[in-house]
C-alpha cells in the first residue's frame, strides 16, 4: 500500500486549548473568532479569497490517535459507523469545517464560528460555493431533526483513549508511564495534561 503524505500549510488558532468543552460543529460555534496563519511560502495562494464569505478548513486532527469502526458520536450513545459520523477518531484523521472569513491581513485570515482546537494542523483552504453543490435533496441519516442538539453540545473525553480497551488504560506507580493494550510508544493529550504511553511487559505469576 502506497503511503500518502502531506505537509501543513499553515495552523489554526482558536480559544479551545483542548477538544473538550470545543463546539463539536461550526453550528455550535457561532461568532467565535479564530485566526488561520499561513506559512510565508504559501501565502500568494491566498489572492483573491477575500471575495468569498466562507471557507473550507482542510486540517489533520493531531490529538486524536489510533480508530474505532463502530463509534459512539458525540450526539448519541448508540454505536454508529464511523464513516457515518464525524468523529475525530478516524482511519484517516482529517477534519473539515467551513467557517465564515472575516478578511484577510497579510498571511492571516480572521475566521468566525471556529469549532477546532487551538495549533491543529492545516492541511488545505478552499471556498465555499454553494452553486457548485448538488444538494437539491439532501437526507442527513440519523441526524435527522438533530441540528438543535448539535448547536448545543460541547466535546467530551469520549475520543481521547480507545472505546475498545478503555479498562486497559490505567496510570502505573511511575507518574509518567501508562500500560496501554497497545504498541505504540507515543504521547496523548488528556484534558490538560501530557501523558506519555508506554508499552510496559505485563507478567502474570504462576503458583
Excluded: C
Excluded at 467530551?156 to 475498545?164: I, Y
Excluded at 496510570?171 to 506519555?196: C, I, M, N, Y
Aim: glycine content about 6%; aromatic content about 10%; hydrophobic content about 40%.
Amino acid at each position: 500500500m502506497n503511503v500518502v503524505q502531506y505537509t501543513p500549510i499553515g495552523v489554526i488558532h482558536s480559544p479551545f486549548a483542548e477538544p473538550r468543552g470545543a463546539p463539536i460543529q461550526p453550528v455550535a460555534a457561532k461568532d467565535i473568532r479564530g485566526q488561520v496563519e499561513v506559512y510565508p511560502e504559501y501565502a500568494e495562494g491566498l489572492q483573491d479569497l477575500d471575495g468569498f464569505s466562507h471557507v473550507i478548513l482542510l486540517y489533520h486532527l493531531h490529538l486524536s490517535q489510533g480508530y474505532d469502526l463502530l463509534t459512539r458520536p458525540f450526539l448519541e450513545e448508540v454505536r454508529r459507523g464511523v464513516f457515518a459520523t464525524r468523529a475525530p477518531r478516524r482511519p484517516n484523521p482529517i477534519g473539515l469545517s467551513v467557517v465564515r472569513l472575516e478578511y484577510v491581513a497579510d498571511a492571516t485570515l480572521h475566521i468566525l464560528d471556529v469549532d477546532i482546537v487551538d495549533g491543529t494542523p492545516l492541511l488545505d483552504i478552499k471556498p465555499y460555493v454553494p452553486m457548485f453543490q448538488n444538494t437539491n435533496e439532501v437526507r442527513v441519516g440519523w441526524l435527522t431533526g438533530r441540528r438543535q442538539e448539535a448547536a448545543a453540545k460541547r466535546a467530551d473525553e469520549r475520543f481521547v483513549v480507545s472505546e475498545e480497551f478503555p479498562e486497559k488504560s490505567y496510570l502505573t506507580t511511575e507518574p509518567q508511564s501508562v500500560v496501554w493494550a497497545g504498541s505504540a510508544h507515543k504521547r496523548r493529550r488528556w484534558r490538560k495534561f501530557d501523558v506519555w504511553f508506554k508499552k510496559i511487559p505485563l507478567h502474570t505469576s504462576k503458583n
